[in-house]
Nanobody, 115 residues
Framework: QVQLVESGGGLVQAGEALRLSCAAS????????MGWYRQAPGKQRELVAA???????NYADSVKGRFTISRDNAKNTVSLQMNSLKPEDTAVYYC?????????WGQGTQVTVSS
C-alpha cells in the first residue's frame, strides 16, 4: 500500500521561497505520474504542477516561471521548489501519485504567505 508524506510547508513573507517534499512508501514506478495540488479556503482543489516518468512537466498558469517540480525515482520522492511566493499561493498543498487509474494523496502541508 502506498503512502505519501509531505514536508516543508510553513509561513513566509511575499517574495520568499519554500521547498516542499513528498516521500512515497510502498511500490510506485517511474511511469506513475506524481505532482502537487493545492486548496485554499473556500476554493476547489487545483493542480499546481505534475511530472511524468519522462520528466515531462505541467504547471498551472499562475505558477509558471516561479515553481519547479522535480522527482527522484530512486528515492520515490517529488519536490516543489516555490520561488517569489505571493499571498495568493496560500493554501494546503497535497502531494499525489496516480497508480492504476487511482490517485493516492498525502495528508497535506500548509503554506501561508504574508503580504
Amino acid at each position: 500500500q502506498v503512502q505519501l508524506v509531505e514536508s516543508g510547508g510553513g509561513l513566509v513573507q511575499a517574495g520568499e521561497a519554500l521547498r516542499l517534499s513528498c516521500a512515497a512508501s510502498g511500490t510506485i514506478f517511474s511511469f506513475n505520474p506524481m505532482g502537487w495540488y493545492r486548496q485554499a479556503p473556500g476554493k476547489q482543489r487545483e493542480l499546481v504542477a505534475a511530472i511524468t516518468s519522462g520528466s515531462s512537466t505541467n504547471y498551472a498558469d499562475s505558477v509558471k516561471g516561479r515553481f519547479t517540480i522535480s522527482r527522484d525515482n530512486a528515492k520515490n520522492t517529488v519536490s516543489l521548489q516555490m520561488n517569489s511566493l505571493k499571498p495568493e499561493d496560500t493554501a494546503v498543498y497535497y502531494c499525489y501519485v496516480r497508480r492504476g487509474g487511482v490517485s493516492i494523496w498525502g495528508q497535506g502541508t500548509q503554506v501561508t504567505v504574508s503580504s
